[in-house]
């Protein structure tokens, strides 16, 4: 389906249009690889997804929520007067959480294998904070708390009590706490903001290591209600709902790279027509929790890797493309890439022209470049690209800001469907 812009734009009385700029910080996942760390952070990550498959969940989709390799950020405020908060940007789920100020103080119930087999400990599959005694525990698990900002809901006048727990999660681990009620704003360019009062928010008290490592203090979900937990109104939907948006519609667009400087911007209540181009594809949403659809075949210049039609979702939570590995290895091989099973990449020589990986979606063809497919990491160069195994998933390939990148993405939940347009800087 093809538009223009006038079709949306026009009519609107109601609500406005807010804009904020993205921030682009490292992922977890390039940190420790950088720093040497990863070995022992994955070989712990993949033990907690046994454990969680095995006590929790019963299955544990290795696709969702993976904030190892979140780099888009915004800065946020809740309660009166405004307690300023760091939020990753997410449309692979739809809850918004903080840490709180009771974070750290949770008693921790750490996975059996930490604590019956000292060898986890040893290999460092388990971290300090799940070695030894309980109440060192304990005191490790605080340690991740200590360099959040924190929520303090006794300093806010508009704040709530709900009184209800929250638990999500995740392969790495887990997030709990309690719901409160308290006035969002979502800090926007030239002094405005998205204020929505009364918002549904969750106070964690407890956090995965993983974020030990990160910048954020919580997440910001993007994606429709069905996913939420506790089946809470995401705070873009209560906008909407609220008519203070002029249009069910949110455009994400990103202009930069990691240690630029440069993100890009996320315009809701409209199309962003200062950076997009007036010609969208439009594609129907599947499943309407994530953002999900059909896509018809994936190829590079050799020729195609699939021509059945799979599912794929869209997330802004990944600096990566991912796939099913038969896929993934097809396009690596390829495009004259090798993997490395220590640092889990698609290695290249730096100085390799990398073709095109084209991917087709309602009969367009949208073609992810060279400069956004492959990124350096110190002394080597690697594909943006990731296998993962799809079991249970319902999706067999996750485009995330590399594809992003390349192509403006309209968010249009009224429609339940997706449109991509070519940014006006690449034309």
């Given at each position: 389906m093809?538009?223009?812009?006038?079709?949306?734009?026009?009519?609107?009385?109601?609500?406005d249009?807010?804009?904020?700029d993205?921030?682009?910080?490292?992922?977890?996942?390039?940190?420790?690889?950088?720093?040497?760390?990863?070995?022992?952070?994955?070989?712990?990550?993949?033990?907690?997804?046994?454990?969680?498959k095995?006590?929790?969940?019963?299955?544990?989709?290795?696709?969702?929520?993976?904030?190892?390799?979140?780099i888009?950020?915004?800065n946020?405020?809740?309660?009166?007067?405004?307690?300023?908060?760091?939020?990753?940007?997410?449309?692979?789920?739809?809850?918004?959480?903080?840490?709180?100020?009771?974070?750290?103080?949770?008693?921790?119930?750490?996975?059996?294998?930490?604590i019956?087999?000292?060898?986890?400990?040893?290999?460092?599959?388990?971290?300090?904070?799940?070695?030894?005694?309980?109440?060192?525990?304990?005191?490790?698990?605080?340690?991740?708390?200590?360099?959040?900002?924190?929520?303090?809901?006794?300093?806010?006048?508009?704040?709530?009590?709900?009184?209800?727990?929250?638990?999500?999660?995740?392969s790495?681990?887990?997030?709990?706490?309690?719901?409160?009620?308290?006035?969002?704003?979502?800090?926007?360019?030239?002094?405005?903001?998205?204020?929505?009062?009364?918002?549904v928010?969750?106070?964690?008290?407890?956090?995965?290591?993983?974020?030990?490592?990160?910048?954020?203090?919580?997440?910001?979900?993007?994606?429709?209600?069905?996913?939420a937990?506790?089946?809470?109104?995401?705070p873009?939907?209560?906008?909407?709902k609220?008519?203070l948006?002029?249009?069910?519609?949110f455009?994400?667009?990103?202009?930069?790279?990691?240690g630029?400087?440069?993100?890009?911007?996320?315009?809701?209540?409209?199309?962003d027509?200062?950076?997009?181009?007036s010609?969208?594809?439009y594609?129907?949403?599947t499943?309407?929790?994530?953002?999900?659809?059909?896509?018809?075949?994936?190829?590079?210049?050799?020729?195609?890797?699939?021509?059945?039609?799979?599912?794929?979702?869209?997330?802004?939570?990944?600096?990566?493309?991912?796939?099913?590995?038969?896929?993934?290895?097809?396009?690596?091989k390829?495009?004259?890439?090798?993997y490395?099973?220590?640092?889990?990449?698609?290695?290249?020589?730096?100085?390799?022209?990398?073709?095109?990986?084209?991917?087709?979606?309602?009969?367009?063809?949208?073609?992810v470049?060279?400069?956004?497919?492959?990124?350096?990491?110190?002394?080597?160069?690697?594909?943006?690209?990731?296998?993962?195994?799809?079991?249970?998933?319902?999706?067999s390939?996750?485009?995330?800001?590399?594809?992003?990148r390349q192509?403006?993405?309209?968010?249009?939940?009224?429609?339940?469907?997706?449109?991509?347009?070519?940014?006006?800087?690449?034309?």
């Amino acid at each position: 389906m093809k538009f223009l812009i006038f079709v949306i734009c026009c009519g609107l009385v109601a609500g406005d249009v807010f804009k904020h700029d993205i921030n682009l910080v490292e992922s977890v996942r390039n940190r420790l690889i950088r720093t040497g760390q990863w070995d022992a952070h994955k070989t712990k990550s993949d033990l907690m997804r046994i454990e969680a498959k095995h006590q929790i969940l019963g299955s544990v989709p290795e696709t969702i929520n993976d904030y190892e390799s979140s780099i888009l950020t915004t800065n946020i405020t809740l309660g009166t007067p405004p307690q300023n908060f760091v939020a990753f940007l997410d449309t692979g789920s739809s809850n918004l959480w903080v840490a709180d100020k009771t974070c750290g103080q949770k008693i921790v119930s750490c996975p059996d294998f930490c604590i019956d087999q000292p060898e986890y400990c040893k290999s460092g599959a388990c971290s300090s904070t799940c070695c030894g005694s309980r109440a060192n525990i304990n005191a490790g698990k605080k340690k991740v708390c200590d360099i959040k900002n924190k929520f303090d809901s006794s300093k806010s006048t508009s704040y709530v009590k709900n009184g209800r727990g929250f638990s999500i999660y995740y392969s790495y681990g887990q997030v709990e706490g309690f719901l409160g009620q308290d006035t969002l704003a979502i800090a926007g360019n030239k002094g405005k903001s998205l204020s929505i009062t009364n918002t549904v928010f969750a106070q964690a008290n407890l956090l995965p290591d993983v974020f030990l490592n990160s910048p954020a203090d919580g997440i910001l979900g993007l994606a429709f209600a069905s996913l939420a937990e506790d089946n809470i109104v995401p705070p873009i939907l209560d906008a909407i709902k609220r008519k203070l948006l002029d249009a069910p519609v949110f455009t994400v667009y990103l202009n930069g790279y990691v240690g630029t400087g440069k993100g890009g911007v996320i315009t809701y209540g409209a199309i962003d027509t200062d950076n997009c181009g007036s010609d969208i594809n439009y594609v129907g949403i599947t499943i309407p929790a994530w953002f999900q659809f059909n896509l018809d075949s994936v190829s590079t210049s050799l020729g195609s890797v699939t021509n059945v039609k799979t599912q794929a979702t869209s997330d802004t939570g990944r600096d990566y493309i991912a796939g099913t590995q038969a896929f993934t290895d097809s396009i690596a091989k390829s495009l004259g890439a090798t993997y490395d099973p220590k640092t889990q990449f698609y290695q290249i020589d730096c100085k390799k022209a990398v073709s095109d990986v084209i991917f087709t979606i309602a009969g367009n063809k949208y073609p992810v470049k060279a400069v956004n497919m492959v990124s350096k990491h110190g002394s080597f160069c690697a594909l943006n690209l990731r296998s993962f195994d799809a079991n249970g998933a319902g999706h067999s390939w996750v485009l995330g800001t590399p594809f992003m990148r390349q192509y403006c993405h309209i968010h249009d939940l009224g429609n339940r469907r997706l449109g991509f347009a070519t940014p006006k800087s690449q034309k």
